[in-house]
C-alpha cells in the first residue's frame, strides 16, 4: 500500500483518466482537470428512479463507494416506502402493517443523497435528462432506472378499473395489503379466498404460495370452514415445490386447494367467478388475482424494453441497457439471468453491481463482473419459515451469471430457527437499502 | 444545482464516448489502470491492493451493512479473520451445519472467503 489513502488514490486515478480521455478526443485536457479540482472529489453525477429495494440500494452504495465523489439524486414518486417483503404476514394477522412502513431519511442524512419526490415523464437518452412532472429536469452522467413491475391487466378480461376497486392484487404493498386484509376479515367462516397466480416469470416467485400458507394459517387460527384455492397458470409450485406441498399436506390438508395449470383469463367481477384459459370456473368471497406483469412503464418511456415486449435485457457486468447507453437497469423490470428471480433480495443486490459498475466507470476504470447471491424466506404460520437460495457467478463465455455448482438450496424442513431469520432477514435488508 | 448539470454535463461527454475509444484511452492512462483493465473477466472479484470488495456487499442483506447487525443473525464485523474464514470454510466443506450457510458459502473460492474474512474482521 503507498502512502496515499484509496480515496486520494482514486481522486487521482480519476484525474488522470480525465485528463486522457479528454487528449484522446482531441481537447486540452488541462481545462477538464482544472474543473476537476475546483469541484473538489465529484466525479459525476448520477440520477436514480425509484426507490425500491433495487434503486434505494444503488443510491446509498453509490455514494458510499464513491466516499462521496459521486453526486446521487434518487427520484421517486411515493413519500414513503412500504415493503412487500412481509406483506403476506400482515394478510396472515401475524404483522402490524406499520412496520412494513419506513422513511427516506436515513438515506438523505446518513449518505447525502438529494431526495426528489416527483414522477418521471420523459427521459431523453442522448441529450442525458430526466423530465419529471413537478421538479423540473435532471441532467446525469448516468442514469440507474428502478422501476419495478406493471400488470398486464388486459391479459384477464373484466378486470378493468372499476374491477380492480373491489379486486385486489396486493403484490405492490400499500393500501391494497390493508384492504385485502379488511376483506380476509369480513369473509364469514366457511367463506372462500382464491388466489391467482400468472406464468412465471413475475415478482417473488415463492410469494403466492408463502401467501396461501399466511392466510390458510390465518382461516385456521380464526375462520374455521374457510378454504384457500389457489389458481396457478404454472403447471407446479415454481419455488420451494416439495416443502410448500408438504406444509399444505400437514398443516393445511382441509383448508388449501392447490389447481395448477389453471391460467385466469377472465373475471365476472360482480358474481365474483373467474374463468380459466380452458373454461373451467371458479367462485371465491374474496379474489384476489395477480395478472401477468412486465417491466414498469417508465422503462417503456426510457426505451430500454427489449424482450418479449415485457422486460428489459442488461449487460451484466455494469447491469447497463443493450439498448440505450448510460441507463443501468435494476430489478424486477429486467429480463433475468437463469434461475435468477425478482425478488427484494436481488434487486438489492442489483444495486450493489450497478453502483460498483458506475463508480469503476466514473473512475476512469473498466468495470468488472461481480458475484450476486439470492435469498428468499417463507413463513408458513406464525413462527416457522423455509428458504430457497442461490450463488450468481459471471460466466464470461455466456456473458451471463449463473448459479455456481453445488451452491444454493432450500430448507431441509420448515423451522423456528429459519422463521427469526426471515424477520431479522427483513429488518436487515431494510436498513442495508434504506440507512 | 443548474451549474452542477452544466458541469457534469461537460464532463460526462468525454466519459461516455464509445467503448473503443474508452479503451485507447485507458490505455493511454497509466500502468496501474492499464492492469486493470487487463485483467480478464470472471476471476476480478480479487480487488487490487486498495480497492473495495465489492462482492463483500453479498453479505449484507442478512448480515447488515459492512456486516454490522444486531439480529438473529450472527453478526460478522470485528470478528477474528481467522474465526471468519475457517468457519465459511467448514460451511462449505459440510463439516459445520448450518440451516443455509453451508448452502452460500459453497458460491466462494477459498480465495474470496479469505477477502471476506478479511474485511469483516476489519469492519468495527
Known sequence: MSRFNPDRRRLLHALGASTALAAAAGIPGTSLAAVASKRGKTIGHVVVVGAGFGGATAAKYLRKWSDGAIEVTLIERNKQFVSCPASNEVLGGNRAYDSLVHGYDGLRKNWGIRLVHASVTGIDADKRRVRTDTAGDFAYDRLVLAPGFDFIYGDIAGYDAKAQESILHAWKAGPQTLALRKQLEDLPAGGTYVLSIPKAPYRCPPGPYERASQIAWYFKTHKPGSKVIILDANDKVISKEKLFLGVWESDYKDIIEYRPGWNVVAVDPVARIVTSELGDKERGEVLNLLPPQRAADIARVAGVVNVNDRWADVDWISLESTAVRNIHILGDALQAAPLMPKSAHMANQHGKAAAAAIVEILSGREPQPTLMANNCYSLIDDKRAIHVDSVHRYHPEKKVPLVVDGSGGVSKEPSVEEGLYTRAWATTMWKDSLS | ?124
Open chain 2, 1 to 124: 444545482m443548474p451549474n452542477d448539470f452544466l458541469l457534469n454535463k461537460t464532463r460526462s461527454h468525454f466519459f461516455n464516448q464509445g467503448l473503443a475509444m474508452k479503451k485507447t484511452a485507458l490505455a493511454i492512462v497509466g500502468s496501474l489502470t492499464a492492469l486493470a483493465a487487463l485483467a480478464g473477466p470472471g476471476s476480478t472479484t480479487t480487488p487490487a491492493p486498495g480497492r473495495t470488495p465489492y462482492f463483500a456487499a453479498n453479505c449484507a442483506n442478512c448480515h447488515g451493512t459492512d456486516g454490522k447487525a444486531a439480529s438473529a443473525i450472527p453478526p460478522i464485523a470485528g470478528r477474528d479473520r481467522a474465526y471468519l474464514e475457517e468457519s465459511m470454510k467448514a460451511f462449505k466443506n459440510g463439516t459445520r451445519p448450518a440451516t443455509i450457510m453451508h448452502q452460500l458459502a459453497k458460491g466462494y473460492t477459498d480465495e474470496e472467503i479469505a477477502i471476506l474474512a478479511e474485511y469483516f474482521a476489519k469492519q468495527k
